[in-house]
């Protein structure tokens, strides 16, 4: 028989790795998993940063998404309630709430090392 199945209330999460503009909460992490929530205000945009080794993917819970990525952060992608993203290894960016209501997204990393690198800004042309 295996373990049991574990259920981790909204309350019982904890803080996780910091990146100004936004709030993120740990559900569960391992050496090689982060699992967690991730909320921005209305208007909001975080710092610049990336994920080193580790593969983001998410799901937008409610409201809007936007990243800004690649050279001087010129390029950019908007996801809604219900969409999915995935955001590869090394890949500098920041993510902005270009809605009325804050967004909420459910993000899983798959990697090894830290999760989460904050740097001055976006990659250089």
């Given amino acids: 028989m295996g373990e ?3 259920v ?3 309350e019982a999460l904890n803080p996780g790795p910091s990146t100004a ?6 559900a569960a ?3 090689t998993l982060w699992v967690g929530e991730v909320r921005t205000a209305p208007g909001a ?13 998410g799901r937008v819970v ?9 050279p001087k952060g010129a390029e950019s992608v908007r996801a809604s ?4 993203f995935i955001v590869p290894p090394h890949t500098v960016h920041r993510e902005g709430n ?18 989460v690198f904050n740097v001055e800004g976006p990659d250089p042309a």
């Fill in 29 to 31: 992490a391992t050496d």
């Fill in 45 to 57: 945009w975080s710092e610049w940063h990336h994920h080193g080794e580790h593969t983001t993917y």
């Fill in 62 to 70: 409610s409201g809007h998404l936007q990243f800004e990525f690649g």
């Fill in 8 to 10: 981790v209330p909204h």
């Fill in 21 to 26: 503009g936004m709030v993120r909460n740990t």
């Fill in 98 to 115: 270009p809605g009325s209501e804050e967004h909420v997204l459910v993000g899983i990393r798959v990697g090894t090392g830290p999760t």
């Fill in 81 to 84: 309630a219900g969409d999915f």
């Fill in 4 to 6: 049991a199945i574990r």
